[in-house]
């Protein structure tokens, strides 16, 4: 089992930017692929992008290709989404989420580009993007 805590969420103008960091609990953090999501109000729970454990796949939201990062530190046992060119429409909670199951090739961008393809979620960070 695993712990997920984010944080560096906050208020920015348009055009700036920001970086999230999930900080996970366990000695066993390289064992679990990792993603980003994101919910607005009202809205469905998002994919934004997720990373393998060993760091070598990643892949993103078309909304957010070429503006947003992801990374991992296992040694820290650590995720992290930097952010850039931020626009209002990015405003939402922001939530890190974990998975151990193996998944290769075209699976593994499918589900992990789902909130199904996780069984452990963080608590969420507020990102709030201004015009």
């Known amino acids: 089992q695993v712990q997920l805590v984010e944080s560096g969420g906050g208020l920015v103008q348009a055009g700036g930017s920001l970086r999230l960091s999930c900080a996970a609990s366990?000695?066993?953090?390289?064992?679990?692929?990792m993603g980003w999501f994101r919910q607005a109000p009202a809205k469905e729970r998002e994919f934004v992008a997720a990373?393998?454990?060993?760091?070598?796949?990643?892949t993103y939201a078309d909304s957010v290709k070429g503006r947003f990062t992801i990374s991992r530190d296992n040694a820290k046992n650590t995720v992290y989404l930097q952010m850039y060119s931020l626009e209002p429409e990015d405003t939402a909670v922001y939530y890190c989420?974990?998975?151990?199951?193996?998944?290769?090739?075209?699976?593994?961008?499918?589900?992990?580009?789902?909130?199904?393809?996780?069984?452990?979620w963080g608590q969420g960070t507020q990102v709030t993007v201004s015009s």
């Open positions: 989420a974990a998975d151990g199951g193996s998944q290769y090739g075209s699976r593994w961008y499918y589900t992990r580009s789902r909130p199904s393809g996780y069984d452990y």
């Open positions: 366990g000695r066993t953090f390289s064992s679990y692929d």
């Open positions: 990373i393998s454990r060993s760091g070598t796949a990643t």
